[in-house]
């Protein structure tokens, strides 16, 4: 770690005559409840993807906000600015003949912003290699559709498109990778997503000359909607404020456990603990307010914040943002993102001495290590680039991430120059990104992310919420 990073962590002392800090660490990790984190994201993937400004976004919206009341928090609603948007409400699709293949098709998905199709039979016809008029078709490809090839599949007279992209057997072979359409109330057919096996068995029939005739319906609705950002406030007595914050949709438009349900819970989780025990007595109110925010969407709702209160980014002295952390495929570790930030090392300095402190213990993680930037989540929204893009005082605002897993394989990055952690067990120069199997897709449900491991959303909620013990009541 830097030299520099020592003087500094100094800054983020807590004040220890005003309370026991071991005490109230030690606390705070008895109160997280892997039951309660559980339930949170049971609830919210049984509510749909919770797509920003559509009925299951709002429904999502409302139920956190009575949880966070429900923790003694100070609740505030958001209205987002308007923007379009795409609600699922049902949709059909089966092999009908030959009958031998009437129960191939299984976890496909309906891409966000399809067009609806009333309930009809067609043939299935081979999108890459099929030339020409396709009149009342369906096209099968691997390929990732693009607004160009939407055009050309419509052009060419396809009712509707059935993806299996990325086309890879590795990455989702009974699962489909969810790819939702460009945002918009003019597209004309509706696009499927299916697994690689569905997609490559189909290929393979038609290649040997069997005639596929499909069941398939699709009922979206695609409209203006607002998203709500709910902001829950725990005040503090002096000046200053940490946000704790996830996104509250299913970027994908999928079920979204992982990604991110278990952010949501994260987020919950934390103000629970932090709220019970000031109650409790265990530790005054923080110096610092703690707000904890849950976004309607991903990006666009953090921005819409940011522009809001341009005129107190410099209040914000912290901002520790959830995304998957609910899941993970080859390690049992916490990653603590971007180290390559300079002005994120204070705050990633607190965030790597809780990893190393805790690494190990029963009920703490096996790993934790602070990483570079990878980009994809609302942390960035907070970092001077973003903040140019949006016109805003280029105010220097700490802004990390905290997750279990990213993307949907595994990622070796070059570890920043000068940062270690004693916690982390792979090699000293490299960072080795789990993933999740399921990321974006169409099997992101509880059963096989967060009921997989919930122990990730527990040492996530561990991880900040004794870092903030360490830093807002200073």
Request: proline content about 5%; hydrophobic content about 40%; charged content about 25%.
């Amino acid at each position: 770690m830097p030299k520099t990073v020592v003087p500094v962590l100094l800054l983020f002392a807590p004040l220890l005559s005003s309370f026991s800090q071991s005490t109230a660490e030690r606390r705070f990790a008895t109160l997280v409840s892997v039951d309660t984190l559980r339930r949170h994201v049971q609830t919210l993937s049984a509510m749909g993807n919770r797509w920003g400004g559509t009925p299951s976004g709002d429904q999502s919206a409302r139920w956190v906000a009575a949880v966070m009341k429900r923790y003694g928090l100070e609740v505030e609603v958001r209205s987002d600015p308007e923007k379009l948007v795409s609600a699922h409400q049902r949709w059909t699709l089966r092999v009908v003949n030959p009958p031998r293949l009437r129960h191939l098709i299984r976890n496909d998905w309906l891409a966000g912003f399809s067009a609806s199709l009333a309930r009809t039979t067609a043939i299935l016809a081979d999108g890459d290699r099929e030339e020409g008029e396709v009149e009342g078709k369906v096209l099968l490809t691997d390929r990732m559709v693009s607004e160009d090839l939407y055009k050309e599949f419509v052009r060419r007279g396809a009712i509707a498109i059935l993806s299996y992209a990325p086309g890879d057997s590795t990455m989702y072979p009974n699962w489909a990778m969810i790819t939702p359409l460009p945002a918009s109330n003019q597209n004309e057919i509706p696009l499927y997503n299916v697994s690689f096996r569905t997609g490559s068995t189909l290929r393979k029939e038609m290649a040997r000359g069997t005639e596929i005739r499909l069941l398939l319906s699709a009922s979206i609705r695609t409209t203006l909607g607002s998203p709500k950002t709910v902001i829950g406030r725990l005040r503090g007595s002096g000046e200053g404020r940490y946000i704790v914050c996830a996104h509250g949709d299913s970027d994908s438009g999928g079920p979204g456990a992982d990604d991110n349900a278990s952010g949501v819970a994260g987020v919950l989780e934390v103000a629970r603990g932090l709220s019970r025990l000031i109650r409790t007595g265990v530790v005054p109110r923080p110096t610092k307010t703690i707000e904890f925010v849950i976004w309607g969407s991903e990006y666009s709702s953090a921005e819409h914040f940011v522009k809001t209160e341009s005129d107190r980014l410099a209040s914000i002295k912290g901002v520790l943002n959830y995304d998957q952390i609910g899941t993970g495929e080859t390690r049992n570790c916490l990653y603590f993102e971007s180290n390559d930030i300079p002005h994120n090392e204070p705050m990633l300095a607190v965030l790597n001495r809780v990893g190393e402190d805790y690494a190990g213990k029963q009920g703490f993680w096996h790993e934790a290590t602070t990483n570079p930037s990878q980009g994809g989540t609302d942390s960035y929204v907070f970092l001077p680039d973003y903040l140019a893009r949006l016109d805003v005082p280029e105010v220097l605002i700490p802004s990390v991430t905290i997750y279990t897993a990213a993307w949907n394989r595994l990622r070796r990055i070059p570890q920043t120059e000068g940062w270690n952690s004693k916690a982390w067990k792979g090699p000293r120069d490299t960072i080795l990104i789990d993933y999740s199997r399921f990321y974006h897709s169409s099997l992101d449900i509880p059963s096989v992310t967060t009921e997989r491991e919930p122990f990730n959303m527990v040492w996530a909620t561990k991880a900040v919420g004794i870092a903030l013990l360490r830093m807002a009541w200073k």
